[in-house]
């Protein structure tokens, strides 16, 4: 059973930090990219990040492009996601998601990814 479980949301100020973490269980990173999307209220699902499966070459959206770092620990089944200089502007619920590849890029389209953990909220308020 294919499973993905993200962790360390929460509330922080703007300027600060947060790490999420995506577990990953059922499957071996190897083979998989692993994407970070979010959804902010009444806005659709966005890709922020991803990483390939062989390679690791990243992918990030123009909006966090210098302030978020996404990394991948294969024996740990774990994909982080580094965000820094946080803006309330990215307030949502993050998702971390799956799809098979063998490729040595990602890409950020959500049709593209097939398996989706349950989100983990990220609130940036002072």
């Known amino acids: 059973q294919l499973q993905l479980v993200e962790s360390g949301g929460g509330l922080v100020q703007p300027g600060g930090s947060l790490r999420l973490s995506c577990v990953v269980s059922g499957f071996t990173l190897n083979y998989h990219a692993i994407g970070w999307f979010r959804q902010a209220p009444g806005k659709e699902r966005e890709g922020v990040s991803c990483i390939s499966a062989i390679g690791g070459s990243t992918n990030y959206a123009d909006s966090v492009k210098g302030r978020f770092t996404i990394s991948r620990d294969n024996a740990k089944n774990t994909v982080h996601l580094q965000m820094n200089s946080l803006k309330p502007e990215d307030t949502a619920v993050y998702y971390c998601?799956?799809?098979?590849?063998?490729?040595?890029?990602?890409?950020?389209?959500?049709?593209?990814?097939?398996?989706w953990g349950q989100g983990t909220q990220v609130t940036v308020s002072s």
């Open positions: 998601a799956a799809r098979s590849s063998l490729l040595s890029l990602c890409v950020l389209g959500r049709d593209d990814y097939r398996y």
